[in-house]
Protein backbone atom coordinates (compact mmCIF):
# COMPACT_ATOMS: atom_id res chain seq x y z
CA UNK A 1 0.00 0.00 0.00
CA UNK A 2 1.85 3.36 -0.87
CA UNK A 3 1.32 6.34 1.60
CA UNK A 4 -0.54 9.32 1.02
CA UNK A 5 1.42 12.22 -0.18
CA UNK A 6 -0.62 14.66 1.79
CA UNK A 7 -2.67 15.17 5.12
CA UNK A 8 -5.99 14.66 5.27
CA UNK A 9 -8.48 17.46 5.87
CA UNK A 10 -8.80 18.36 9.29
CA UNK A 11 -11.68 16.91 10.94
CA UNK A 12 -11.64 19.48 13.68
CA UNK A 13 -12.20 23.36 13.75
CA UNK A 14 -9.91 25.66 14.83
CA UNK A 15 -11.41 26.42 17.93
CA UNK A 16 -11.30 22.45 18.75
CA UNK A 17 -7.40 22.43 17.63
CA UNK A 18 -6.58 25.35 19.81
CA UNK A 19 -8.36 23.37 22.79
CA UNK A 20 -6.77 20.44 22.62
CA UNK A 21 -3.47 22.32 22.43
CA UNK A 22 -4.19 23.96 25.44
CA UNK A 23 -3.91 20.44 27.52
CA UNK A 24 -0.51 20.75 26.75
CA UNK A 25 1.12 22.68 30.16
CA UNK A 26 4.26 24.20 29.00
CA UNK A 27 6.42 27.11 30.61
CA UNK A 28 6.13 30.25 29.43
CA UNK A 29 9.10 32.57 27.69
CA UNK A 30 9.59 36.24 26.57
CA UNK A 31 11.72 36.55 23.80
CA UNK A 32 13.76 39.59 23.39
CA UNK A 33 15.67 41.44 20.50
CA UNK A 34 17.18 44.32 18.98
CA UNK A 35 15.76 46.00 15.69
CA UNK A 36 17.72 47.56 12.99
CA UNK A 37 18.08 50.61 14.59
CA UNK A 38 18.68 49.60 18.19
CA UNK A 39 15.36 49.41 19.47
CA UNK A 40 14.20 46.62 21.93
CA UNK A 41 11.52 44.06 20.56
CA UNK A 42 9.88 41.45 23.19
CA UNK A 43 6.64 39.06 23.45
CA UNK A 44 5.68 36.21 25.15
CA UNK A 45 5.77 32.73 23.87
CA UNK A 46 5.32 29.11 24.57
CA UNK A 47 6.22 28.07 21.72
CA UNK A 48 9.78 26.66 23.08
CA UNK A 49 11.51 23.68 23.15
CA UNK A 50 14.85 21.78 22.89
CA UNK A 51 16.36 20.30 19.70
CA UNK A 52 19.73 19.39 20.11
CA UNK A 53 22.53 19.34 23.11
CA UNK A 54 25.38 19.13 20.63
CA UNK A 55 25.21 21.35 19.07
CA UNK A 56 22.80 23.47 21.70
CA UNK A 57 19.84 24.25 19.78
CA UNK A 58 16.30 25.34 21.04
CA UNK A 59 13.55 26.50 19.09
CA UNK A 60 10.52 28.88 19.13
CA UNK A 61 8.31 29.65 16.73
CA UNK A 62 6.30 33.31 16.10
CA UNK A 63 3.04 34.24 14.00
CA UNK A 64 3.97 35.45 10.25
CA UNK A 65 2.27 38.94 10.96
CA UNK A 66 3.60 39.61 14.15
CA UNK A 67 4.86 43.26 14.31
CA UNK A 68 7.72 42.07 15.67
CA UNK A 69 8.83 39.59 12.71
CA UNK A 70 11.47 41.56 10.55
CA UNK A 71 13.35 42.29 14.14
CA UNK A 72 13.53 38.75 14.67
CA UNK A 73 13.80 37.47 10.85
CA UNK A 74 16.71 39.95 9.87
CA UNK A 75 18.49 40.06 13.39
CA UNK A 76 21.52 38.24 14.44
CA UNK A 77 21.04 37.05 17.92
CA UNK A 78 17.59 37.20 20.96
CA UNK A 79 17.25 36.46 23.95
CA UNK A 80 14.90 33.48 25.40
CA UNK A 81 13.87 33.67 29.01
CA UNK A 82 12.16 31.33 30.76
CA UNK A 83 9.56 33.18 33.05
CA UNK A 84 10.03 32.50 37.04
CA UNK A 85 6.39 31.66 38.53
CA UNK A 86 6.60 35.25 39.95
CA UNK A 87 6.48 36.76 36.43
CA UNK A 88 2.86 36.41 35.57
CA UNK A 89 2.61 40.62 34.97
CA UNK A 90 5.49 40.48 33.31
CA UNK A 91 3.97 37.30 30.63
CA UNK A 92 1.23 39.80 30.38
CA UNK A 93 2.99 43.00 29.81
CA UNK A 94 4.99 41.42 26.79
CA UNK A 95 1.42 39.86 25.64
CA UNK A 96 0.51 42.91 25.61
CA UNK A 97 -0.25 45.65 22.36
CA UNK A 98 0.27 48.85 22.11
CA UNK A 99 2.72 49.57 25.17
CA UNK A 100 6.18 49.97 25.46
CA UNK A 101 6.95 46.41 26.96
CA UNK A 102 10.29 47.52 28.45
CA UNK A 103 9.41 50.50 30.48
CA UNK A 104 9.97 50.08 33.81
CA UNK A 105 11.03 46.64 33.53
CA UNK A 106 14.63 45.58 34.75
CA UNK A 107 16.94 44.53 31.87
CA UNK A 108 20.41 44.41 30.88
CA UNK A 109 22.32 44.27 27.74
CA UNK A 110 23.73 40.28 26.62
CA UNK A 111 26.62 39.99 25.17
CA UNK A 112 25.27 39.80 21.23
CA UNK A 113 23.46 43.21 22.42
CA UNK A 114 19.78 41.21 22.89
CA UNK A 115 18.08 42.72 25.93
CA UNK A 116 18.05 40.28 28.51
CA UNK A 117 15.63 40.49 31.68
CA UNK A 118 16.15 40.21 35.45
CA UNK A 119 15.12 37.86 37.67
CA UNK A 120 14.25 34.94 35.13
CA UNK A 121 14.67 31.40 35.88
CA UNK A 122 16.28 30.68 33.21
CA UNK A 123 17.53 32.77 30.01
CA UNK A 124 19.06 31.36 26.55
CA UNK A 125 21.31 33.57 24.78
CA UNK A 126 21.63 32.29 21.16
CA UNK A 127 22.66 33.05 17.34
CA UNK A 128 19.48 32.93 15.18
CA UNK A 129 20.60 29.97 13.60
CA UNK A 130 18.06 29.07 10.90
CA UNK A 131 14.45 29.90 10.28
CA UNK A 132 11.35 27.48 8.19
CA UNK A 133 8.05 29.15 7.20
CA UNK A 134 5.22 26.46 8.54
CA UNK A 135 1.83 27.17 8.34
CA UNK A 136 1.16 30.72 9.13
CA UNK A 137 4.00 30.71 11.88
CA UNK A 138 7.84 31.12 11.03
CA UNK A 139 9.93 28.09 13.31
CA UNK A 140 13.31 29.97 14.60
CA UNK A 141 16.25 27.77 15.37
CA UNK A 142 18.72 29.31 17.78
CA UNK A 143 22.10 28.32 18.63
CA UNK A 144 22.90 28.40 22.58
CA UNK A 145 25.97 30.88 22.87
CA UNK A 146 25.45 31.62 26.53
CA UNK A 147 22.86 30.24 29.38
CA UNK A 148 22.11 30.56 32.95
CA UNK A 149 19.94 29.38 35.43
CA UNK A 150 18.32 30.48 39.05
CA UNK A 151 18.46 27.44 40.43
CA UNK A 152 16.08 28.72 43.35
CA UNK A 153 13.40 29.38 41.01
CA UNK A 154 10.04 27.57 40.20
CA UNK A 155 8.78 28.09 36.43
CA UNK A 156 5.44 29.83 35.33
CA UNK A 157 3.24 27.46 33.78
CA UNK A 158 0.74 28.42 31.25
CA UNK A 159 -2.47 25.34 31.02
CA UNK A 160 -5.98 25.54 29.47
CA UNK A 161 -5.49 29.22 28.72
CA UNK A 162 -4.57 30.04 32.44
CA UNK A 163 -1.23 30.62 34.11
CA UNK A 164 -0.07 28.63 37.67
CA UNK A 165 2.59 28.93 40.21
CA UNK A 166 2.18 24.86 40.46
CA UNK A 167 -0.28 22.98 38.59
CA UNK A 168 -3.14 21.44 40.75
CA UNK A 169 -3.49 17.66 41.68
Not at 117 to 135: H, K, P, T
Request: proline content about 7%; hydrophobic content about 40%; aromatic content about 10%.
Amino acid sequence: MTPPMRASAPSFTPEDFRAALGMFATGVTIVTARTADGGTVGLTANSFNAVSLQPPLVLWSLSRSAGSMPAFARGSHYAIHILAANQRALAERFASKGIDRFQGVPWHEGVSGAPLLDGVAACFECFNRSQYEEGDHVIFVGEVERCGVDPEASPLIFHGGCYFSELPL
